[in-house]
């Protein structure tokens, strides 16, 4: 009898095999190491209770500036995004300039936010305005992507009849595209303020502003319950911002 | 542009435009749409339509039968210049209609009202009929969506004389089939056309809806406008129809007037 290759049981060894090998690299095979963690995990979360509350002013403020920088960059990003988005529309536009915007979309968005902002502190020095560009830089990339798609997706025969009146391409763009694609624009601009919220309060581990500075700070300095109150507030913001906005984009539907 | 329920004989545009090389219709009448030897397909499909050849009067109210698939919607689009011919030649009052790729221009002569309509549901009736008219208006007031004061009468106009001027302020996504149906010939008619082509135009509404509607396009017929339009229903072709055609496999079957061909052969003949 010939022994046949059993592919599914192959593919989960060989993967088993990699995993075993990746977790010894990167020290979670240790069993001393894991023991010390779990200690100092303990160590850490007594050391954080209660949180401290004299911190609340300059985090708050923090936080106000974090939201700044993702409000600022959002629509600083929607704003360049929405051209950029119907250049890359196939239905609108040629092929030979969709295909150069979409590449320019394509690596934009490929680069973190938090990467862009470290570009931006080198040219813009430390402080929330580098944040700023690095969000919109990011929301530039996502949100011409979804909007092109969006574009792209505008029922063919809306597209046609409002093209047979005899209007211009601009038209066709403001009287058919855009107000087809209206819920959806705002819907993916409410969910693009959310995730760069997120990304916004991480910006300052990189000196670009907001909430990280301190967030950094604190570990550095291991004030613990300081951290606490830090990220009990930034939680606290976030919730509520993904609340309003999943409200808002559940009442567009 | 106002719709006329006019006497039922017009007269059909007799005017100074020099006769067509191929004209096929009577002397001294003007030729609205000539289709000569066309050959359509989709890349990498056979034929849709092959050598097909036709003329439609001006004024004249034509309806095309065919089977699912025969070619109807890829007729009206080669007309109106939504797509292109592989070879043959589409003509329109007489001059060639311009080949500038699938993405220029086109004509406002000609409205089309694709089988769904092809209204913007999160905009009002009056917004889509005042559509009609942005092939027209200066590109400044149409970006700005600033219509001339004139533009937005006519467009009520169309809206009150199709029976829809009540819903003027209403979303074309809360209308009715048959008040979509009304919208949809408003946004034609703002546009003055000479040509109006509707597809598959009554095949989802009502008898009594239907009826009322087929009056209102008879009007539109009335005060001039060429009008192609493709349908499924035999009662309407028997009511309303000038002119008969029909296709099969891309071909053409038949091409006569409405009066000279039974229904029951019709309905024969629209068998896959
Ligand atoms: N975009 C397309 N790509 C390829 N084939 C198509 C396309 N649209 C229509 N066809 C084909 O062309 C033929 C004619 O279609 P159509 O003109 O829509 O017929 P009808 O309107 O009479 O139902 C059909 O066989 C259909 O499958
Ligand atoms: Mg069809």
Redesign the interface.
């Known amino acids: 009898m010939k022994a046949r290759l059993n592919v599914p049981l192959a593919v989960t060894l060989v993967l088993g095999a990699f995993l075993l090998v990746a977790l010894n690299d990167v020290g979670l095979l240790d069993g001393a190491r894991i023991q010390r963690g779990l200690d100092n995990a303990g160590i850490f979360f007594a050391d954080m209770v209660p949180p401290d509350t004299s911190v609340l002013p300059e985090v708050s403020r923090a936080l106000i500036e974090t939201i700044q920088i993702a409000f600022a960059g959002t629509m600083v990003g929607f704003v360049v995004a929405l051209p950029l988005a119907l250049l890359a529309s196939a239905s609108l536009v040629p092929y030979w300039v969709t295909l150069p915007v979409k590449l320019l979309l394509a690596f934009v968005r490929t680069v973190p936010a938090i990467l862009w902002a470290i570009v931006f502190v080198v040219m813009v020095g430390l402080g929330p305005a580098a944040g700023t560009l690095g969000v919109a830089l990011y929301s530039v990339g996502y949100l011409g992507k979804i909007f092109y798609e969006l574009f792209e997706g505008t029922d063919p025969e809306v597209m046609e009849a409002v093209r047979g009146v005899g209007c211009g391409r601009l038209q066709l763009a403001r009287h058919a595209v855009l107000p087809e694609a209206s819920n959806g624009i705002v819907s993916q601009l409410l969910f693009m303020f959310e995730y760069n919220v997120r990304a916004s309060s991480i910006m300052g581990f990189v000196g670009a502003g907001g909430i990280g500075y301190y967030l950094l700070g604190y570990v550095q300095t291991l004030e613990y319950q300081s951290l606490l109150m830090a990220v009990l507030v930034t939680l606290a913001a976030v919730l509520v911002i993904d609340r309003a906005s999943s409200f808002v984009r559940a009442a567009l539907r | 542009m106002a719709v006329t329920e006019a006497a039922e004989g017009r007269a059909l545009a007799v005017s100074s435009d020099p006769a067509s090389p191929f004209a096929g219709g009577a002397v001294g009448e003007v030729l609205a749409v000539e289709l000569k030897d066309l050959v359509f397909s989709f890349r990498g499909s056979p034929r849709v339509l092959d050598s097909f050849s036709m003329t439609v009067p001006a004024g004249r109210l034509v309806m095309v039968l065919g089977a699912s698939g025969s070619g109807k919607t890829t007729l009206l689009?080669l007309i109106?210049g939504?797509l292109l011919p592989r070879s043959g030649e589409v003509r329109l009052f007489g001059s060639p209609v311009r080949r500038r790729g699938t993405?220029g221009?086109?004509?406002?002569?000609?409205?089309?009202?694709?089988?769904?309509?092809?209204?913007?549901?999160?905009?009002t009736t009056l917004e889509n009929a005042l559509?009609?008219?942005?092939?027209?208006v200066p590109?400044w007031r149409?970006?700005l969506?600033l219509f001339p004061a004139a533009t937005v009468r006519d467009a009520r106009q169309a809206l009150d004389t199709l029976g829809i001027g009540h819903k003027s302020a209403e979303r074309v996504r809360s209308l009715s089939g048959g008040e979509r149906q009304r919208v949809?010939i408003a946004?034609a008619l703002v546009?003055r056309p000479r040509i109006l082509l509707a597809d598959e135009f009554i095949s989802q509404l009502d008898p009594a809806t239907t009826m009322e509607i087929m009056q209102l396009v008879r009007g539109v017929a009335n005060s001039g406008v060429t009008v192609v339009m493709t349908t499924h229903e035999l009662d309407v072709v028997e009511r309303f129809a000038e002119w008969v055609v029909v296709l099969r496999d891309g071909t053409k079957l038949l091409d006569c007037p409405a009066s000279e061909v039974r229904t029951s052969e019709l309905a024969a003949m629209m068998k896959p």
Not at chain 2, 105 to 123: E, K, T
Not at chain 2, 131 to 136: D, I, K
């Open positions: 689009k109106k939504l993405r221009r086109l004509s406002p002569d000609i409205a089309y009202i694709p089988q769904q309509l092809g209204l913007v549901r999160s905009r559509m009609g008219a942005l092939g027209r590109s149409g970006l969506g949809a946004r546009q």
